[in-house]
């Protein structure tokens, strides 16, 4: 029996390691990219669709209960769920 | 951010001649597989759907699909968006008076190198395969006097034309820039092998 917020922890991690990728990548971008209108074009819909999805993914984890326990052993066949 | 009204280093009287990238379609392969990367998660939350699989039966558990999901395509979008820096950051500036060659290798290696337009020798366009040829990109190489290394345009769009306009731009930077010429040739002419040199230096002789 795992809970929830372990995986929440795990994703934050996952989350920090590619949101320092990220900057750097569009930092380098902005820095070395030519000034023209598919520089800005590809940065803005990277980090407009990165948002998007943290967005997406904090508005589940707000809805969640974090202390439910998960057993992964039956999760894919019967989720067994306690609180 | 570079900008092409102000190029590093600029020369006085300095114009823009040409900027070129690799052809488009050397990318759609990459991207056409990032698509699929991306596509995806939404693939297999429709299978789960479909088979009414009990994983997304409680909010808790489907937290666990959604949360990795997102990672998932948060990482296929950034592989998509470095493959693109990749390819937009690789670029080859041909002006009245150098070749600057900037190509940026992964996310912190960075080359910018140029040469003045007087050094250059000999200039070959390569157009070698089928979508090469029917699309008309390939190689330049630019064989520069004095080194061993060559400037190489990889997969530019119309290669046979920019050879052309390189080596009639460098005809008239040379002529332009005659004395500085006269000195590249005579440092190529140094590090030749020594019979050729003789053979050379036989043949100018009256």
Not at chain 1, 41 to 66: D, E, K, R
Not at chain 2, 82 to 102: E, K
Not at chain 2, 107 to 132: C, I, K, P, W
């Amino acid at each position: 029996m795992i809970p929830v917020y372990y995986f929440v922890i795990a994703w934050l991690i996952f989350l920090g390691v590619f949101v320092l990728i990220a900057l750097v990548s569009v930092m380098q971008m902005l820095r070395f990219g030519l000034a023209h209108w598919l520089t800005y074009f590809t940065t803005v819909a990277f980090v407009g669709l990165s948002a998007i999805i943290i967005v997406f993914s904090l508005y589940w984890i707000g809805h969640a209960n974090l202390l439910t326990e998960l057993n992964l052993n039956s999760i894919f066949g019967n989720p067994t769920m306690t609180s | 951010m570079l900008r092409l009204t102000n190029l590093p280093g600029q020369l006085p009287d300095e114009k823009i001649i040409g900027m070129y990238r690799r052809h488009p379609i050397t990318i759609l392969g990459l991207l056409l597989a990032a698509l699929v990367l991306i596509l995806l998660p939404f693939g297999v939350y429709a299978y789960i759907k479909i088979i009414e699989s009990p994983v997304l039966a409680t909010p808790d558990s489907g937290l666990l699909v959604i949360l990795g999901g997102g990672i998932f395509l948060l990482f296929a979008l950034m592989f998509v968006y470095q493959s693109f820096l990749d390819y937009w950051l690789d670029t080859w500036i041909v002006t009245n008076f150098r070749i600057i060659n900037i190509e940026q290798h992964g996310l912190f290696s960075r080359t910018v190198s140029e040469l003045r337009l007087y050094r250059v020798q000999d200039v070959t366009a390569d157009v070698t395969g089928f979508m090469h040829s029917m699309l008309d990109f390939g190689q330049v190489y630019i064989q520069t006097a004095g080194e061993q290394e060559r400037f190489v345009f990889e997969d530019v769009p119309h290669p046979n034309k920019i050879s052309k306009d390189v080596m009639n731009l460098a005809e008239q930077d040379r002529k332009a820039h005659l004395d500085e010429a006269m000195e590249a040739m005579e440092e190529t002419h140094e590090n030749l092998h020594p019979d050729i040199k003789e053979r050379a230096q036989r043949r100018l002789e009256p």
